[in-house]
């Protein structure tokens, strides 16, 4: 397949977004309104965020289960703010085998309530936890505005369920995921973010405290790449998950949930996308090198591929006689692919290969004489550290102070930057906060929030401030 040359400026995010994932050939609408279909190259991101990611859960200490798609629908109304939360949201099935069900069933939005139901009976006693599960699979969400990886109705995630005896380690997990979460952003996907508390109004709804980490769009809108729960006794006492301890006393167990999904990869498109297109961090490309022989230089070409495959680089060798290579290099900078290797006459009679970074657009040549396996894995080091590197100078500069509530409005309704800001963390303060201006807080940022807070006054409601919080509007 080729791709037609087409301007594509990212000055206009919300085309050039569409424009980029349906042109690097990442997913489309289903005939289900909210719904996609990812297809086999947005899939492969996946499949690499997902790889990543699971290794890191697995070495944290939680194992991989497969719960049901359907949960009893008197299960999600135990819990009074779960249910509240939910409602809007969720999709009911209420005929199956060609009658109607006696209790309808929900399709999952989050898993919860069911695993707690079977962390009722495999929890005993104190040597059965902490218990620390996770699951990759589908949840449904209503979504009434969907943009393709960012929000659809149903998407794809992991969700991430844990039991402790005490707070302490309870909150210790939601310490250690959070931790987890911002790495994983920052070192493979090249994406820095904030970490911080949700808000009342924002936090997941049966939580005792929501955390987050939350990553910066180039248009100023956020992303929540992450959330972390820590659920207290809420939802252990509504399903009656208990343990014996050590001294023969019946407790209720502390729990967290944790999770990512398939919106990442949104926000990937959007942070490193340029006007050519996609842009790949090589650490989660699915191709990370691809060779491009040109004339009479097939064999040569493939036995490079040989090597640095054998060396454990993903790379794909374009051999197709019928596109030329111009049109080639096109339709391979809009898939994101870090490195291009050219190999023509001139590169085969001189034992060298031509090297184009999608980066930065420079070319450079690498003698097969030398260990071009290691320049080859270096180059692709460097172009993960640039995309950090840039990444990083963005959301440092895009992080701003508003002087005044006139001077707050101005700057989420331009999108100017995250928006920092003294706050009162009260409700109603943020409600009348995003009916006035439709931005919310992103998160109580840690770092701000570790230093002691000056005397100020809410930017919004002018009462006693008591904590900085970040504000902008989000995807
Ligand atoms: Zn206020």
New binding site residues.
């Given amino acids: 397949m080729s791709v037609k040359k087409e301007l594509l400026s990212k000055d206009n995010m919300a085309e050039w977004y569409q424009n980029v994932i349906a042109k690097a050939n990442m997913a489309e609408h289903s005939p289900v309104k909210g719904c996609m279909t990812i297809k086999p190259y947005g899939y492969a991101i996946w499949e690499m965020i997902r790889n990543e990611l699971d290794k890191l859960i697995k070495k944290h200490g939680a194992k991989n289960m497969s719960f049901p798609l359907f949960i009893p629908y008197s299960y999600l109304s135990r819990e009074k703010d779960h249910v509240e939360g939910f409602s809007p949201e969720i999709a009911v099935v209420t005929h199956a085998g060609g009658k109607k069900l006696q209790e309808p069933l929900v399709v999952r939005p989050t898993s919860e309530t069911i695993i707690h139901e079977s962390m009722k009976r495999w929890i005993r006693s104190y040597k059965d936890l902490p218990l620390k599960l996770n699951q990759w699979c589908n949840v449904v969400r209503w979504e009434k505005h969907p943009r393709l990886f960012l929000r659809t109705s149903e998407f794809q995630w992991q969700e991430g369920h844990t039991a402790h005896a005490t707070e302490q380690e309870a909150r210790q997990e939601v310490a250690e995921m959070i931790e987890i979460y911002y790495n994983f952003m920052k070192d493979f996907l090249a994406i820095p973010t904030i970490k911080g508390q949700k808000s009342e109004k924002e936090k997941f709804a049966g939580a005792v405290d929501s955390y987050s980490v939350e990553g910066l769009m180039p248009d100023n809108k956020a992303v929540q790449m992450g959330t972390i729960h820590y659920l207290g006794l809420n939802f252990s006492r509504i399903a009656d998950v208990k343990f014996v301890d050590e001294k023969g006393a019946e407790n209720f167990v502390y729990m967290t949930s944790w999770g990512v999904s398939t919106r990442l990869i949104g926000a990937l498109v959007m942070v490193h996308g340029d006007d050519k297109g996609l842009v790949l961090p090589p650490r989660l490309a699915p191709t990370q090198i691809v060779i491009i022989p040109i004339g009479n230089t097939l064999d040569f070409a493939q036995k490079l591929f040989n090597t640095l495959e054998q060396n454990g680089l993903r790379v794909e060798l374009d051999a197709r006689q019928d596109v030329r290579p111009g049109a080639k290099y096109f339709e391979h900078e809009m898939r994101g692919v870090p490195v291009r290797i050219e190999v023509g006459e001139r590169e085969l009679n001189n034992n060298q290969i031509m090297c184009a970074n999608r980066v930065t657009g420079e070319k450079t040549t690498i003698s097969l004489e030398g260990d071009y396996v290691q320049e080859l894995k270096n180059l692709l080091q460097d172009i993960q550290n640039t995309l950090l590197q840039n990444a990083t100078q963005k959301l440092k500069s895009s992080i701003i102070e508003a002087k005044d509530k006139e001077d707050f409005i101005n700057k989420i309704k331009n999108q100017e930057g995250l928006v920092k800001a003294c706050?009162?963390?009260?409700k109603?303060?943020?409600l009348?906060?995003k009916e006035h201006t439709g931005a919310n807080t992103r998160n109580l940022p840690f770092d701000e929030n570790e230093k002691e807070l000056k005397d100020c006054?809410?930017?919004?409601?002018?009462?006693k401030?008591k904590k900085i919080a970040y504000f902008s509007k989000a995807y």
């Fill in positions: 706050w009162c963390n009260e109603e303060c943020e009348s906060i006054n809410c930017i919004w409601c002018g009462k401030a």
